[in-house]
């Protein structure tokens, strides 16, 4: 019964702090994994709700269901379908002014696949 009550209270916390996340700016991005359309938003989390330096979601162009990004580290950005990993950006230097380009490489969390990614800062807002 303790068992229970803890699973059942650590659940609680964890869905109360995953309400309290609030996103600063977005930064807007477009472009390519491989040859496949995107579209990216990314923001800075703020409110200490969560352990992400960076949260986001994208979508490909053919398909509208958003994937979940969290970034715990400067330059990696790790995905998350149906709450499990799935793959994980590694970009290159960019500081997020419209305009710029930015490139970087997606990798499943296997390491059997690895996509080129180029993108394009495209555009700031809120969420």
């Not at 229970?4 to 991005?29: C, D, R």
């Not at 990216?40 to 989390?45: D, F, R």
């Not at 580290?73 to 500081?95: A, H, M, P, Q, S």
Request: charged share 20%; with cysteine.
């Amino acid at each position: 019964m303790k068992k229970y009550l803890l699973v059942t209270g650590l659940l609680f916390i964890s869905i109360f702090a995953n309400a309290q996340t609030i996103w600063t700016e977005e930064t807007k991005l477009k472009g390519t994994i491989g040859k496949y359309d995107i579209f990216m938003t990314l923001a800075v989390p703020y409110g200490g709700a969560s352990r992400c330096l960076v949260i986001g979601k994208y979508h490909y162009g053919t398909n509208k269901k958003y994937i979940d990004l969290c970034s715990e580290e400067e330059g990696i950005i790790v995905e998350r379908v149906n709450n499990k990993e799935t793959g994980y950006f590694l970009i290159y230097d960019w500081n997020k002014s419209v305009g710029q380009t930015v490139t970087g490489l997606w990798t499943s969390m296997d390491g059997r696949k690895q996509y080129a990614v180029k993108l394009k800062v495209v555009g700031k807002g809120q969420y």
